[in-house]
T-cell receptor
Framework: KAGVTQTPRYLIKTRGQQVTLSCSPI?????VSWYQQTPGQGLQFLFE???????NKGNFPGRFSGRQFSNSRSEMNVSTLELGDSALYLC?????????????FGPGTRLTVT | SQQGEEDPQALSIQEGENATMNCSYK?????LQWYRQNSGRGLVHLIL?????REKHSGRLRVTLDTSKKSSSLLITASRAADTASYFC?????????????FGGGTRVLVKP
């Protein structure tokens, strides 16, 4: 099976702009989670989607949003970008919405905000 | 704040030696997982240990879990240069729905040939 794919892999945006990142999970996986990784805050949970419904949400401002489509592909959007949004954004997929399953991570999208 | 804290933050060993890293967490968990990350790339799942398990093995990896101390350890035996990476523990909180993981700060491991 193909792994989790994320597009684009690298992105440079200007403060104030918005950005959309895409994640395609492993075929058959219905749960998609998003994480932000920065040197200062480490890996932080953004949100999780299962069957097009948001199941969990982390402690991030409303500028961060996401959605999941019927084919389980997911997108996350960040509006009004700030310098502090520069990070590696990781997407993970899992077969079910129960934590007893391991998660499979994509290679990430590295976002730089200037 | 992060649920898990890892110790040490960095570790440098010679090829063939064992590497041990520890993870402590604060609240009751469903399970604890260990992941590896190479040079700011995606995370690779290594092992999952459930809250009712005390020890688990996978190849050269050995994980222990002590729920009374809220701690876990990852042992990599006979390390190789390819084991150079950052290692993260991640917990799934007891009673929480879904797949939310809370990660520790990670241990950077350098295996010198």
């Amino acid at each position: 099976k193909a792994g989790v794919t994320q597009t684009p892999r690298y992105l440079i945006k200007t403060r104030g702009q918005q950005v959309t990142l895409s994640c395609s999970p492993i075929s058959g996986h219905r749960s998609v989670s998003w994480y932000q990784q920065t040197p200062g805050q480490g890996l932080q949970f953004l949100f999780e989607y299962f069957s097009e419904t948001q199941r969990n949400k982390g402690n991030f401002p409303g500028r961060f949003s996401g959605r999941q489509f019927s084919n389980s592909r997911s997108e996350m959007n960040v509006s009004t970008l700030e310098l502090g949004d520069s990070a590696l954004y990781l997407c993970a997929s899992s077969p079910q919405d129960r934590s007893s399953y391991e998660q499979y991570f994509g290679p990430g999208t590295r976002l730089t905000v200037t | 704040s992060q649920q898990g804290e890892e110790d040490p933050q960095a570790l440098s060993i010679q090829e063939g030696e064992n590497a041990t890293m520890n993870c402590s967490y604060k609240t009751s968990i469903n399970n604890l997982q260990w992941y590896r990350q190479n040079s700011g790339r995606g995370l690779v799942h290594l092992i999952l240990i459930r809250s009712n398990e005390r020890e688990k093995h996978s190849g050269r990896l050995r994980v222990t879990l002590d729920t009374s101390k809220k701690s876990s350890s990852l042992l990599i035996t006979a390390s190789r240069a390819a084991d150079t990476a950052s290692y993260f523990c991640a917990t799934s909180l007891r009673g929480a729905a879904g797949n939310k993981l809370t990660f520790g700060g990670g241990t950077r491991v350098l295996v010198k040939p």
